[in-house]
Structure formats: C-alpha cells, structure tokens
DNA sequence: CTGAAAGCGCTTACAG
DNA sequence: CTGAAAGCGCTTACAG
C-alpha cells in the first residue's frame, strides 16, 4: 500500500568493537575513596555539626555567614551531593513527578511530555516517563510502581477513564492531573481541549464548502474525547439538516481500505471527510491515494489534530490545531501547584481552546 | 513560508470548570488511617519479626511456607508496598535508569525513548527522562542530578561529545551508555549506526541515476554523526569523480530560502540533493516548493534520517531508515547489563545497519 | 528457619 | 546561631 522497497546491503554489518581501554576505569570504581561523600563527612571537614551543614545546604536563615562558608568549601573539596533517597526518608517531597502516556513515539503525546519535561525542570523535578501501549493493566502497574517509589504527583493520560484502578488510586495521597481527558469515576484536576466545539469548527468549514455528504472517519471510538469529536460533528450536521452517516470506525490498518471502498461505492459516497484523529486521518488520505481520489479535488478532507507534516502533504491538509504543549506546561504548572499545596480548592477541569488550520484537503486554495 | 492561515474562534473560551466535590477526596487525604503500611506494621499483623517480612518481600529461602502464607496475608490486608527510599538507603539498587535526549519532540528521539521505557519496563525499571534542549549545561545538569538521586545506570545522546564534563562523568561509578554517537573525550559503551556507509548508498544511489552535481545541505554539523554522513557523501564522490561542492549549513529556518536561492543561481546549481538529516530534508522540501522545484523530476531528493511521512509526501521522499526502536533497545539491555554486573569486558562500541528506503523523490518511479 | 541490633544519610524537633 | 538525639523504613550481618 504505500509504496516502499527496502534496499539490503552487503555492507550493513552489525559490528561490536571492543574499543582498548586507555583509562583507569575499572580502577576508578572499585576505588573506596571514590565512595560518595556524606553529611558527616563534611561536617567533621568543616569542624562543625551534621545540623549545621544540613541547614546550611538548605538555605536555612540562622547560619553565621562565616560558618556557612566553611561549609560551603568542605562541600566543593569533598564533591559533595545531597543523598536523595535519605532525604525522602525523613518525610521530603521527592521533587519528582511521573508522567504516564499511552504511546510515547506519537508525536502529539511527545510533543506534551516534552513540556512537561521542560516546565518540571524549569522547578528542579525530575520526570518518571513511562508508556502504557494502551494497555490498562500497565497504566495500572506503573502508576503503582511510581506512587510507592514514591513520586511527590502523577499525569496521567488514562487509556480507559473508568477503569476501577483510578478509584482506588485518586483516592490515595498523592495529586494526581490527567491530560487530553477527565477521569470519568472520579474527581480529578483535568486539562484538556475543546473536542467537541473542534469538531463543529471543522465540519462547518466543510458544509461552508458546499458538501452535503461529510462523511466521519475514526480510530479509538471508546475514547471520551473521540467520543465528544463524533457528537460534534453530528451537532453540526443536524444543525444545518443535513444526513448523518454513521461514524466509520477503523480498529487497524487492515480495516481501511474495505471500509473506503464500501464507503464510497455505497450510494451514500461522501464528497467529504472528517477525520477524527490523526490516525484516523493519515489512513484516510493512504486509501485515497489509492483509490486515485483527489483531496480538495474528487474529495474534501478535515482531520482533528494537526500534524506538523500535513503542511508538507499535497494537497496540505486541513486541521484542528491543538496546543499540545500549552496542554503539558498546564498541567505541570496545576501538579506542581496541587504538591506544594497553594492549590486547595476543589478539583477543576481546564478546557483548553483549539484552532482550525486552513490549508487546501478542503478545497481552498493557498494564497498566493 | 508554509501555507497556513489560522483561524480565530469566538467560542475559542479558555473555560475553568470547578467540580463540585462529590467524593471524601479532602478527608481522605488527611486522615491518618491511611498512611502506607510499614514493614513493622505488617509484622505486628502477621505476628512475626521485621527480618521475616523482608526476607518474604525478596524471595528469600529459608521461610517456611506457614509463616510466608501469613505475611502475604498481611501485606494484602494492609495493601502493603515497600518504601523504595528506604530500600536504597541500604545500598540496594534503586531499579531506575535515567535517559536525556536532546529533544524529546523530535520523531527519532521520540521514537528511542519509547523503545528504551519498554525495555526497562520488562526488567522492572522505571525511567527518568528528561531533554537537554541542545544545550550542554542542562545535560550536564540533568546527569548530575540523577547520578545523585540516585540510578543505576544513564543513558545519554550527548549534545557535545567532547565537553569536560564527561570525563567526570564517565569517570564516576554510575555506568553510563551514549546512543547515537559516542563520547570522544573517554571510552564508554555507544550504539549508534553506520553513519558514513549509510551516506555513501544514498549518494551512490543518486549517482545510479546518473546525477553529477550532487549537493549536500545539513544541519547540527558540529555532530559527529553529521560529520560523518558528509563525509561519506564526499567520500563518494571522490571516489566517482565527481565534483564536490561544500557542504550546505544551515543554522536555522531563515537560512534557508536565501541559501537555496543562491545554491541554484550559482554556475554549480546542483542536479541532486543529499540531505544529511532530517530537519535539513524538510527545509529543503520546503524550499523547492517554494521555488517550484519539483522533486524527481527537476531535481532529484535523497535524505538521510526515514521519518514516515516521507512515505505521505509528493512525491514520496527516499531516505536513509535507522533503526531507531533496535537503538533504544540494545541501548537499554546493554546498560541493564552492565548494571548487573553482567558484562565486564572494556567499553563496546556498537553500530548498528542502515537501510536505504528507496520511494520516488530520487527520480525512480513507483512500480504498480 | 527467625529475630534483635545496628546502620544507611538525612532531617525534625529539642535543648543549649 | 549550633549540636546531640531520635527516627524515617528498610536491610545486612550476627546470633540464636
């Protein structure tokens, strides 16, 4: 179907070269010198009490300034690092938090761990990454291994929303925000986007093209946020009167070019498309390629969720934009604000606005 | 540049919801009866000693299976998990492995880290992310930071290869394996792929469809995997003898246009590209349409770096495919090796095969 | 097979 | 301003 050869080559040796060691690396760890420096250590350098180093490091008032720059030499001599774990021991936030997405190699969840990644940073947390491959019992697994490590709050982009797991864990102490959608069993801090209002904006677009016949086309239907996506869309065509074909569900790549071609040589042949994801969207315009369809020429096409690529795609699509890394920034901002405990009310679902890109898949033409 | 006119939305509301608050959500948290179980607390429970509790949590020999069924039964009833913190205070390995790539929204990195979190999953290991956004201070930071929180073991693209801060680094006690391109200033453990060779097939190719002006445009040069896959361009066509034209630089976006420009007014305006990464691909995609270039047939188009929207794109782009998922994971198992003490032999560099990808931007054409 | 003691490296009260 | 004591939750020797 899309139209790849792969090339083998006599020359793609796997190669392991052991490379001669020219440094003292072995010797350098098993030296006990090297052993990390502590607390104690510093404090009998410095000639002074572990309190006082320890205040010291913390940025405590009530240290003489001519003590802690004792202190502050003996750390620099001995190479000193705070032990993290004997820190979280004594009841210290682990200035940590975990990121749970389904799939990390799509681009929309990297681009949002990407900000999470960098607003965590920007206050001096590191970030726990995992991937659930869609798979609940994962979700459920890491989320466990990541609320006992322990991790200070957690982002979730739950794969089923109603699973029985998140009752148990958002009744537990540790904050948690969900991204691109709510839990549905439960009270928690939300961020999200404007699935459904999205949806109307794109198929609007479309009937504004002239089409009656817009067909809808998605992958994931059990997601709320999908869900919401397809209700759009039917809002929308009701609204101008116009026939509603059922939505054309895709569950994998097998599926897409038998449903196309039902699709289109059924008497209902749509003269346009939307396209609930991405997914949903990049499978749509490989089957039309196929089938010799035209975008924004035999066939109008709008997706939701804007790729980077779809500019670069001819005819460059059409899309609802959504700010993915707005999306991340906001919630970790919300998380770090629900951990240090400046956020006390109640929880809140933020609804985050999208855009439709206009490009030519719906039959406009670019501007020259 | 690129044809997008956004659209702004009247119903575009950035809306904060406030739930009420149906769940005991504020007194579960504060309520005392639910701070985690302790190891004591499950052996006053099951009527037995600390030691014993331990030793059944890790799989000792030496319980007898009466009291291990008892303690079992306690930790379910007390929905017990060991406190990982407490757990490395004693030495123990923390069962996490840090990972720092420079962008985590770039496809290829993208696509690593998800291979590289599976991989540790399997084995039991969460991992720590973060992106040092090309910058090698907040590598350097990141790495610090981690190596005291404290993992087992990073794995790190490096942003310079040679800077200082390595030879600490790698010096220390935390095993440390580079994806991608090794470090230059001390011997550790790489995987990366064969940069050089892979350059050579797609200019050969080029050649194959008897192109002589074969120009190179690139980004990052200052990469040691760039620098290498130039120098597999000039490499061969020195060995055509053909002329070699200075490699194209580009620092950013804005380069661009006038940079082409002037590459295609010049007396050596090139038949053929080679394009040594991705983001310079997609700039001089970008570019010829600009310019009303069309690939594979007034100008021919060859990258390194697969992305799979090159498949999506007209006409489709031929490119160098690394193997990115195999590169997270060999990466991951090798660092999971050493860790375990597994591996003892002196640092490994490992290069991994690429294959080239042969679509239409080339000048071949599309078998049917 | 089982448990009491000591300690991992830090911090929180408590006394100076 | 500073320090000695106790404890965070676990595990490693050491004795039964």
């Keep these: 179907m899309s139209f790849k050869y792969i090339l083998g080559f006599a020359w793609c040796v796997f190669s392991v070269i052991p490379i001669t060691q020219n440094t003292s690396e072995v ?30 490091i913390n940025d ?20 000193y690092r705070p032990n993290h774990a004997a820190r979280m021991l004594t009841g210290q936030l682990s200035r940590s938090i975990g990121l749970i997405v389904p799939d990390l190699a799509d681009t929309f969840f990297s681009v949002v761990s990407h900000a999470v990644q960098e607003t965590a940073r920007e206050s001096g947390y590191l970030v726990w990454l995992a991937a659930s491959n869609y798979d609940p019992s994962i979700e459920a697994a890491q989320v466990e291994q ?3 490590h322990p991790v ?11 699973d029985k797991y998140l009752k148990t864990v958002t009744a537990g102490t540790t904050p948690i925000v969900t991204i691109d959608r ?43 946020t999908i869900k919401e996506r397809i209700l ?35 008497r209902n042949r749509p003269d346009a498309i939307f396209a609930a994801n991405n997914a ?10 196929e089938m010799k369809l035209e975008m924004g020429k035999h066939i109008a096409l709008a997706a939701f969720d804007d ?32 951990i240090k405990g400046e956020f006390v009310s109640s929880s809140v679902r933020t609804v985050l606005p999208v855009s439709l890109v206009v490009r030519e898949s719906c039959g406009c033409k670019k501007k020259e």
């Excluded at 405590?60 to 750390?75: D, L, Q």
């Excluded at 998605?218 to 709320?224: E, G, Q, S």
């Excluded at 949903?280 to 390629?289: Q, S």
Aim: contains cysteine; proline residues 5%.
């Design 307 to 338: 790729v980077d690529f779809f500019a670069l795609i001819t005819p460059p699509v059409t899309a609802v934009r959504q700010p993915a890394p707005e999306l991340g920034r906001m919630s970790a901002r919300l998380l770090l604000q629900r």
């Design 60 to 79: 405590h008032p009530y240290v003489s300034e001519e003590t802690a720059r004792r202190v502050r030499s003996a750390i620099r001599q001995l190479d």
């Design 232 to 266: 759009g869309y039917e809002e929308c065509l009701r609204h101008a009167k116009l026939p509603i074909s059922k939505t054309l569900r895709l569950a994998g790549r097998d599926d897409v070019m038998p449903a196309m071609t039902e699709l289109f040589s059924s």
């Design 146 to 148: 990541m609320i006992h």
């Design 280 to 289: 949903a969207a990049i499978w749509v315009i490989e089957a039309l390629r």
């Design 27 to 56: 010797n350098v760890r098993k030296s006990p010198t090297n052993k990390r420096a502590t607390l104690e250590d510093v404090a009998r350098l410095a000639g002074v009490g572990a309190m006082t180093v320890s205040r010291t």
């Design 152 to 162: 200070d709050g957690i982002l979730l982009v739950p794969v089923d929303s109603k």
């Design 182 to 224: 709510p839990i549905e069993i439960a009270a928690t801090d939300s961020v999200g986007v404007e699935n459904r209002a999205g949806a109307r904006v794109a198929v609007e677009h479309l009937i504004g093209h002239g089409h009656k016949k817009i067909a809808c086309v998605a992958t994931n239907t059990h997601l709320v």
